[in-house]
């Protein structure tokens, strides 16, 4: 493989793990350990998924605000309180924490496999 092949297999590389990865100032927690979040009142949650997802299978006390709208609902939530975000697998969550964090959020959890991995 010459130079470009390589310099075009880091990139590709690079661009997958930045999606999964999540960005600093993001904690994955599990499945478990937002649950035990449910008690705190001081906690947001918020679901990531398209409106039929959410119908489908829910857990209380996450919201649904689907990806394609958080920038839009954004103003809707408090920077100074956590937030706890989840999708079907954690890869639209990961996108909405990043979105979060860009704008001024700093407490932000992305609940490791998503509903997928819902107990």
Known sequence: MDIIGWILLILIGVFFIS?????????????????AKFKDHNVQFIDVRTPGEYKANYRKP????????????????????????ICQSGMRSTKAAKTLQKQGFEKIYNVKGGMNAWI
């Open 19 to 35: 999606r999964v990865v999540p960005a600093k100032g993001v904690t994955n927690i599990t499945v478990q350990e937002a649950k």
């Open 62 to 85: 996450f919201k649904n605000i689907p990806l394609s709208e958080l920038p839009k609902k954004i103003n809707t939530l408090d920077k100074e309180k956590e937030v706890v975000v």
